[in-house]
């Protein structure tokens, strides 16, 4: 039975629904507030001084030792930011392996990701991927970072997916992310991720006049496994070599009355207020648990990698590639001691969720933490 704060969980493997009810319970809410925010925009191209017209994800992170650390999260959020408001029953959960597909020398991030679910009434530590997306960052954590990202079809997995990159950004896909995105994928790491996830809506009439900032943030729970293939390390004696914790908030748009223009410069400089005095609150509230890093989360794979170490050769011999994940089996890979068995990479990659040694938490785990009281 679906909680009833959690209503969304019964969408949980399907997306279009999901994404349809999470889009009307944030404009019935906004609406709530009393305030004329009619129309729902989404985050519009940041244009450079020479005319670029750039994707952008304006968004903030903190990383913590432990998910256990942002006990409160949603009381820090709803007591301490005057203006901030959590949007009723839009929280939500995913479990999801992310892949790092270029190494630290790269101009830009590669990744791949799927989100996990499981068959009903499965065993619990099985999960199965669906809802593929294959991304290009620039690269680190901090600012806004140019953001591309396409879905790839599941019946191929093994698509090139520059094409569909241009096919979606067209004109405004720099030069330099397209020839990026040509190139062939290569597994350096796995990160396997569970994500408590909820949005928020800012309003500051006293620096942005009628328009309010529409904010996903989350609560993240991961591991990183130690190799590519996510097989046993001996040097850190485990199949993991990291786990961790990351408080994320990301704005997804703005709400303004029905024809409203807003000014390019006037909303950019809402989104990075914003950001900000999310920032402030969550650093004070967190400071004794936060780890200082500049590292996005792929970058995080590939210097947990690196420090246990793996080497560049290591993983070009390995030549390993995202769809192999996706298979119960790769055909391709034989066990080091027994040449007639494959290697299950599904399997491996479900232990990044459910090692015994570093469980990730359940997703009702997160979001009861999350909305725990601070007294």
């Known amino acids: 039975m679906t909680n009833p704060h959690r209503p969304l969980f019964k969408h949980i493997r399907n997306h279009t629904a999901l994404f349809a009810e999470l889009a009307q319970l944030r404009n019935n809410y906004a609406h709530s507030l009393g305030m004329q925010f009619d129309q729902f925009h989404k ?75 499981h068959r009903v009434d499965e065993n619990r530590d099985i999960c199965r991927p669906t809802n593929l997306s294959y991304g290009i960052k620039s690269r680190g954590k901090s600012d806004n970072r140019e953001e591309y990202e396409v879905w790839i079809p599941e019946q191929d997995v093994k698509l090139d997916p520059s094409p569909l990159f241009v096919n979606k950004y067209a004109e405004d896909l720099p030069e330099a992310v397209r020839t990026f995105a040509a190139e062939p994928p290569v597994v350096h790491g796995w990160m396997g991720v569970k994500r408590c996830a909820f949005e928020g809506i800012y309003y500051n009439k006293a620096l942005f006049g009628d328009i309010a900032i529409s904010v996903a943030l989350s609560l993240d729970a991961y591991n990183i496994g130690a190799k590519p293939d996510l097989s046993m390390s001996s040097e850190v004696g485990s199949s993991i070599c990291l786990g961790g914790a990351e408080v994320e908030w990301e704005v997804m748009g703005y709400f303004a009355p029905k024809q409203m223009h807003v000014e390019h410069d006037h909303i950019w400089s809402a989104i990075n207020h914003t950001l900000e005095a999310i920032s402030a609150p969550l650093e004070e509230a ?43 089996m790769s055909e391709e890979r034989k066990k080091n001691h027994d040449a007639s068995r494959s290697v299950n990479f599904l399997g491996r990659l479900n232990r990044l969720f459910y090692h015994p040694d570093m469980p990730l938490p359940s997703l009702k785990e997160l979001h009861f933490l999350a909305q725990q009281s601070l007294d």
């Open 286 to 328: 967190f400071a004794p648990d936060i780890l200082t890093t500049d590292q996005s989360k792929t970058e995080r794979i590939l210097s947990a990698v690196a420090s246990a170490g793996v080497s560049d050769a290591a993983i070009a011999e390995q030549n390993l590639k995202p769809w192999e994940f996706l298979q119960t």
């Open 43 to 117: 985050t519009p191209k940041l244009i450079t001084k020479s005319g670029q017209r750039l994707s952008i994800e304006p968004e903030r992170s903190i990383v913590l030792k432990n998910f256990s650390a942002a006990r409160g999260l949603k009381t820090i959020l709803s007591t301490r930011i005057l203006g901030f408001h959590l949007v009723t029953n839009s929280d939500i959960g995913f479990r999801y392996p992310t892949a790092a597909l270029a190494g630290l020398d790269a101009p830009y991030i590669k990744r791949f990701r799927s989100e996990y679910f």
